[in-house]
């Protein structure tokens, strides 16, 4: 009964938590400004249930993440960007990795739904929410794992492809290491069963409008070949920076002997953002979200270094034309920064040799590392053993044969595992 109470206690504060933030934004005057600049367009290709793709809206998201949006469009313009907000901030809230620490969490809330690529986001009104919501998803499907998670995942995660093209691409070696067999089919059939349909009905204005982007190379590309082009960079030095990143990005997630996902799949969007063709600096909010927080917990110095990339905009908020011409070059270096800390870091965090778990199938190539037989509880330096009842303790003599005993035992047993698993 108390469960259920709670439950509905919940939606409660979450339906009115909605309902003042939709009236929130009805009120906000934004006639002649630059407020809900993104949003003005996406709305009217998706107004009334009509979709419309192109540079006249900008809408260039797949046809199966449209139908997720599609009932904002039935909304008022002023209630859809109220719900898309309210919506931006419960997933970014989800985004920060639970701790046993009740004040960490909340700092980790704080600074994510209070910083600036988070405030520009909700100012523009753009669909970081659906990328960074699929970005989870995939993290959670595969640490679980689970097939309905990865499918919607991957759905998600991919509507934008700027952010995530190097992730769909590297995300299979991930979830062939560390998903079962039958997990892996089932997210096949699954995706299949829902683009093939999609792409079908409406892939070809999709496509059309991904490769007809009006801003590429112009002020606001914070991709690595405009910026490089806005610095009078050689492009063969541009191609050499970009050859490595996609090489030492494959290489950490093709040798990855344990599952990071929130590193990882942050690495992987970071060098999506570098390389795609077009990206803006709203899209910096997604990899703060899904490798940020992470790095806040495990280090707080690199944290802080990342929370400090992603704010200091803030400083310059005075400086219209400092924002205005060096604004996506920022936001270039910060997602080259991030990505190099996470090539870092995700390289000096390896697991030594390793046996399959008892319950994965042989095609998950999910590891453990072997018991050690130098434990505190095995091995040579092991506690004595326990004296069987009506005896006294065991002559040394005794106690060194059961230690010799214990320790082979462990070593075949690790031994076996490690032969069966490679074969």
């Not at 003042?20 to 809900?36: H, Q, Y």
């Not at 309905?148 to 691409?169: D, I, N, T």
């Not at 042989?362 to 037989?373: A, D, G, K, L």
Request: proline letters at 7%.
């Amino acid at each position: 009964m108390k469960k259920y109470f709670q439950i509905i206690l919940g939606g409660v504060v979450l339906l009115t938590a909605l309902l003042l933030t939709v009236a929130f934004f009805d009120r906000i005057p934004i006639e002649g400004t630059t407020l809900a600049m993104d949003w003005k367009g996406l709305w009217t290709g998706i107004r009334g249930g009509a979709i419309l793709y192109g540079n006249a809206t900008g809408l260039r998201i797949p046809p199966w993440s449209v139908l997720v949006v599609l009932p904002l469009g039935l909304l008022p313009f002023r209630a859809s960007w109220g719900v898309l907000t309210f919506l931006t901030m419960i997933v970014l809230m989800l985004s920060v990795p639970p701790t046993k620490s009740r004040p960490a969490f909340l700092v980790g809330v704080l600074v994510l739904t209070l910083s600036f690529p988070t405030l520009r986001t909700i100012v523009d009104g753009n669909f970081e929410v659906l990328v960074i919501g699929g970005c989870l998803l995939v993290g959670y499907g595969m640490s679980k794992p689970n097939a309905p998670a990865l499918v919607a995942g991957v759905l998600l995660a991919s509507s934008k492809v700027q952010e995530s093209w190097l992730l769909l691409l590297l995300l299979p070696v991930l979830v062939i290491k560390f998903v079962r067999r039958e997990i892996i089919t089932a997210t096949i059939a699954g995706l299949v069963l829902i683009c093939v349909p999609s792409l079908i009905w409406k892939g070809p204005e999709w496509i059309r409008a991904v490769f007809a982007i009006a801003e590429r190379n112009s002020i606001m590309d914070s991709s690595l070949w405009a910026a490089t082009g806005r610095l009078e960079i050689p492009f063969p030095f541009t191609a050499l920076l970009a050859t490595g990143i996609v090489l030492a990005t494959g290489a950490v997630i093709w040798t990855s002997r344990e599952l990071r996902w929130r590193e990882q799949i942050g690495l992987m969007v970071a060098a999506s953002l570098l390389l795609a063709p077009y990206t803006t600096g709203n899209n910096f909010l997604t990899l703060y979200a899904i490798a940020g927080m992470a790095l806040l917990q495990s280090s707080v110095p690199v944290g802080l270094v990342v929370i400090g990339l992603a704010n200091l905009p803030f400083a310059f908020i005075g400086y219209r034309d400092v924002m205005y011409t060096w604004s996506a070059t920022y936001w270039t270096m910060a997602n080259l920064i991030v990505w190099a800390i996470l090539i870092v870091r995700l390289s000096k965090r390896r697991t030594p040799l390793a046996t399959q778990p008892a319950n994965t199938t042989p095609s998950t190539i999910t590891r453990e590392p072997m018991p050690e037989v130098a434990s505190p509880t095995s091995g040579p330096h092991a506690p004595d053993p326990e004296p069987r009842q009506g005896e006294g303790e065991p002559e040394p003599r005794r106690k060194a044969f059961y230690k010799n005993i214990n320790f082979h035992r462990l070593y075949l047993k690790g031994l076996t595992a490690n032969i069966v698993s490679s074969d």
